[in-house]
């Protein structure tokens, strides 16, 4: 699986914009601001049909345009693939696979697969458990598509229990108004900490694993899915049924994988409260290529890798680790702001500048 050219109008900080890309590792390179992550941005919107940056994808519309359009040619599945989205704000996204219209973007999904890396990814050991089951649960979805819903008909039903419980606490209607909702919550629940637990249970040998390719602790690498829900509906309904006076006077459910983390430690510690800038980076890092791993295993390709400033905080050894390791994976995108950053020469270097991509010889 590859992209080879990205083409895009009036996406962000470009009028027109046309990219090619070698089929291991391209780098690209600029000042900031110069239209790098952007880039990178538009790879991701043309295979998945959304943003990795922002949920307003308003913003992605170049200033003074009223729509965007990327189209993105590769190969998938050893077939010469193009697909193409269109976006005008407040409207439905067109989306094209070679030339035939899509519903939606999940028809990218089943040709493309693409992993992303932003700075914003550091939130995953930086802030609160959320961020981290929000990535599980998307994982979930790219890696076990069955459970792919399981996340947001949980969500869904939580968000009807909370507000049942202020109408409860209220007087407006009896406690027996929650029962239906209850319900939901045990079998949504409970299914959702299986697939969560089964996912990190396949990703934590692979994250030991990617820990020590990039110059950490192998052996005191751990990925562990942090739960005090019960993995079956009917536990989970009794958990329910003994907190509901509780959850009644406080309008907010006390139980249920709503509250559950994910812990990545190594050598004991929790890489959030004591990893360097360095180590944080190299675990998430090694998290996303040992999900990369396993959606390689699943689709028979490896996923394109996409790197938005990703050799900052790196000292020299880990950046050399990591482009040995993202070059044994497949294709990679990787920008960076100072060529002096990269250790080893890329296949194809890109230049950008006031929104325009160059290409120059590879080191040069």
Same mark, same amino acid.
Request: proline share 5%; glycine share 8%.
């Given at each position: 699986?590859? %992209?080879? +050219?990205?083409?895009?109008?009036?996406?962000?900080?470009?009028?027109?914009?046309?990219?090619?890309?070698?089929?291991?590792?391209?780098?690209?390179? @600029? +000042?900031?601001?110069?239209?790098?992550?952007?880039?990178?941005?538009?790879? /991701?919107?043309?295979?998945?049909?959304?943003?990795?940056? !922002?949920?307003?994808?308003?913003?992605?519309?170049?200033?003074? *345009?009223?729509?965007?359009?990327?189209?993105?040619?590769?190969?998938?599945?050893?077939?010469?693939?193009?697909?193409?989205?269109? &976006?005008?704000?407040?409207?439905?996204?067109?989306? !094209?696979?070679?030339?035939?219209? *899509? +519903?939606?973007?999940?028809?990218?999904?089943?040709?493309?697969?693409?992993? %992303?890396? #932003?700075?914003? /990814?550091?939130?995953?050991?930086?802030?609160?458990?959320?961020?981290?089951?929000?990535?599980?649960?998307?994982?979930?979805?790219?890696?076990?598509? @069955?459970?792919?819903?399981?996340? #947001?008909?949980?969500?869904?039903?939580?968000? =009807?229990? @909370?507000?049942?419980?202020?109408?409860?606490?209220?007087?407006?209607?009896?406690?027996?108004?929650?029962?239906?909702?209850?319900?939901?919550?045990?079998? #949504?629940?409970?299914?959702?900490?299986?697939?969560?637990?089964?996912?990190?249970?396949?990703?934590?040998? +692979? &994250?030991?694993?990617?820990?020590?390719?990039?110059?950490?602790?192998?052996?005191?690498?751990?990925?562990?899915?942090?739960?005090?829900?019960?993995?079956?509906?009917?536990?989970?309904?009794?958990?329910?049924?003994?907190?509901?006076?509780?959850?009644?006077?406080?309008?907010?459910?006390?139980?249920?994988? /709503?509250?559950?983390?994910?812990?990545?430690?190594?050598?004991?510690?929790?890489?959030?409260? &004591?990893?360097?800038?360095?180590?944080?980076?190299?675990?998430?890092?090694?998290?996303?290529? $040992?999900?990369?791993?396993?959606?390689?295993?699943?689709?028979?390709?490896?996923?394109?890798?996409?790197?938005?400033?990703?050799?900052?905080?790196?000292?020299?050894?880990?950046?050399?680790?990591?482009?040995?390791?993202?070059?044994? =994976? @497949?294709?990679?995108?990787? #920008? !960076?702001?100072?060529?002096?950053?990269?250790?080893?020469?890329?296949?194809?270097?890109?230049?950008?500048?006031?929104?325009? %991509?160059?290409?120059?010889? $590879?080191?040069?």
């Amino acid at each position: 699986m590859r %992209v080879e +050219r990205v083409r895009a109008v009036s996406f962000r900080c470009y009028d027109r914009l046309e990219a090619d890309f070698d089929p291991a590792l391209t780098a690209v390179v @600029g +000042r900031n601001g110069a239209g790098k992550t952007s880039l990178v941005e538009a790879v /991701h919107f043309g295979c998945a049909g959304y943003s990795p940056r !922002t949920t307003q994808e308003a913003r992605c519309v170049r200033a003074g *345009a009223e729509l965007l359009r990327v189209e993105i040619d590769g190969v998938a599945v050893g077939e010469p693939l193009r697909t193409a989205v269109g &976006f005008r704000p407040g409207e439905p996204k067109r989306i !094209t696979v070679d030339g035939a219209p *899509a +519903r939606s973007v999940e028809a990218l999904a089943r040709r493309w697969a693409c992993l %992303v890396f #932003t700075p914003d /990814h550091l939130a995953l050991v930086k802030r609160a458990p959320a961020v981290r089951r929000a990535y599980l649960d998307r994982a979930l979805g790219r890696l076990l598509p @069955g459970y792919g819903r399981t996340a #947001t008909d949980y969500g869904r039903a939580l968000a =009807h229990r @909370g507000a049942l419980l202020r109408r409860v606490r209220a007087g407006v209607v009896t406690a027996a108004a929650l029962d239906p909702w209850d319900e939901q919550l045990a079998v #949504t629940g409970a299914e959702l900490v299986r697939a969560r637990q089964a996912l990190v249970e396949r990703l934590a040998p +692979r &994250f030991r694993d990617r820990v020590g390719r990039l110059g950490g602790a192998r052996e005191d690498a751990v990925l562990r899915y942090a739960t005090g829900s019960p993995d079956s509906a009917a536990a989970l309904r009794e958990a329910l049924r003994e907190r509901r006076a509780r959850d009644v006077e406080r309008a907010v459910t006390g139980v249920g994988p /709503h509250l559950d983390d994910v812990s990545l430690s190594e050598r004991a510690r929790e890489v959030r409260d &004591f990893g360097s800038q360095g180590e944080q980076r190299t675990a998430v890092l090694a998290l996303l290529l $040992a999900e990369a791993d396993l959606l390689g295993e699943a689709r028979g390709a490896p996923p394109i890798l996409l790197l938005d400033d990703v050799l900052s905080e790196l000292d020299e050894e880990r950046r050399t680790l990591l482009l040995e390791a993202v070059r044994a =994976h @497949g294709q990679t995108v990787l #920008t !960076t702001a100072d060529p002096r950053d990269l250790p080893v020469a890329p296949d194809r270097l890109l230049t950008v500048s006031d929104g325009v %991509v160059r290409a120059a010889p $590879a080191g040069g």
